[in-house]
């Protein structure tokens, strides 16, 4: 399990703040909000890559301040930065940083280089933005982490390739003993993978629930104006209208009841996620 208490990163100009949550494993959590909305803020305090300003992360009763090399054991990144020394191979590069990993694996590393079509002869400088991914996928694979991080690797994946990496995901937490941490923006994966979601917005965690949960706190309610209009104001998070008619995101109620001309669903996370971040109202 990863345990955040009242988590906080102060920047001169942004402010992670007082985030307290917990992450257990068997699952793929979602973390979900707009730019700068502090994800890569807070998968960087998790890998131990920032201090935080104040509080404090666990990951499986472990803390950085007493068992830092414990902690970067336990955890596999796949991160936007070019982490990894540019005049190296691919094997060379596996082997150095590998040699920090109690479980780390010479094979296994081959083994999926293989597999994502990587040449472990290829100088670490020579990758394209994807071959650069799947390397470092390949890498943490390798030496067999509890946790995956991982930060909008998908947006740079081939069709082809992306299907792999979303199968592998479901494998890896097949494990309960495994977990995985994904910040992406491509929510149509989230759709069908996330058990949880976290919504980050300014710095703020607003939202944390498991994504059947979501599917039943809340419906996106469509049809004509003055009928969208008629829902209680109270439980509108955001209502939007154009000349076509109107919709709205709803915090849901068992009892509530919906005029039966008005077009009543759950929401997929990306309509969660884009009303969430237009709104003008406090939760």
Partial sequence: MIELKHLTKQWDSFTLHDLSVQLATGYIIGLIGPNGSGKTTLLRLLLGLYQPTAGEITIEGKSYDSEECKL???????????LFDDNFSLQENADLYGSYYSRYERETFRSYCKRFGLNPLCRYRALSKGEELKFQFAFALSHHPVWLLLDEPTGNFDPEFRSEFLRLLKAFVADENHGILLATHLTDDLDRLADYILYLEQGKLLLSMDVEEMRQAYRLVAGETYKVRLLPE???VLRQEDEF??????????YMQYDKALHVASPRIEELMYFMAKRKKTL
Avoid: C, W
Wanted: no cysteine.
């Fill in 72 to 82: 970067h054991n336990m955890l596999g990144f796949v991160l936007q930065e070019r």
């Fill in 245 to 254: 008619g109107a919709k709205a995101l709803v915090r849901h109620r068992a």
């Fill in 234 to 236: 109270e439980n509108v």
